[in-house]
């Protein structure tokens, strides 16, 4: 099982961090020691000062596929979730700067959180959206519809099988809206669609 995860696919949060707006997907991946399920703590690593959350539509992938034309990308995904992004901002901003790779900022170990996994008809509003949440003590921090998406479920679908075989079981993290920040012990973090909560996840 893979993680393949979208940066910048949300114009607000590019432009919080001064990022530019990508022409393609902007892809990255996680590997599977990552993943942080269950309600489990996420225990804050004391290699950063500065770990931001990040809150996604997360698609599970249903079908093996390559080279995916993007009208036939719906038939790959049938189960969705929230999940959270860590990132680690101080080590990212370090690696940039130094022109190297940043996975250690992105793909450390329980770095993505996973909500329960629902029926992705049973997320979508009436207007074939999902809207989305975090909150964070109890404070709306995140909130994102999946129409304000630059490319959406079924593009990202077709452009990731481009350069990576899809396989069952496999996440697609699809991107973050704005108004990402700090995370801190003693944190709760919950992730909402609509008022359901599908996301619990302490900070320690």
Request: proline share 4%.
């Amino acid at each position: 099982m893979k993680i393949i995860c979208i940066g910048r696919n949300y114009a607000a949060h590019a432009a919080e961090l001064n990022n530019p707006i990508p022409e393609t997907p902007l892809l990255f991946l996680k590997p599977d020691t990552a993943v942080l399920k269950d309600g489990k703590a996420f225990y804050h690593p004391n290699f950063s000062n500065d770990i931001h959350h990040e809150i996604e539509v997360v698609l599970r992938i249903c079908k093996n596929g390559k080279s995916i034309e993007q009208e036939f990308a719906h038939k790959y995904y049938d189960q969705s979730t929230l999940g959270i992004d860590f990132t680690a901002r101080d080590l990212q901003s370090k690696c940039k700067e130094q022109g190297h790779p940043w996975e250690i900022a992105k793909a450390f170990d329980n770095s993505a959180v996973l909500g329960e996994m629902m029926p992705l008809a049973e997320l979508r509003n009436a207007d074939g959206h999902v809207d989305f949440s975090l909150s964070k003590n109890g404070v709306q921090v995140q909130h994102g519809n999946t129409s304000q998406m630059l490319s959406n479920f079924d593009a990202i679908i077709s452009y990731a099988s481009k350069f990576f075989t899809l396989q069952v079981g496999d996440l697609i993290f699809t991107g973050t809206p704005a108004g990402v920040s700090q995370v801190k012990i003693g944190d709760v973090l919950e992730g909402f669609v609509g008022g359901r909560r599908l996301l619990y996840c302490e900070v320690k």
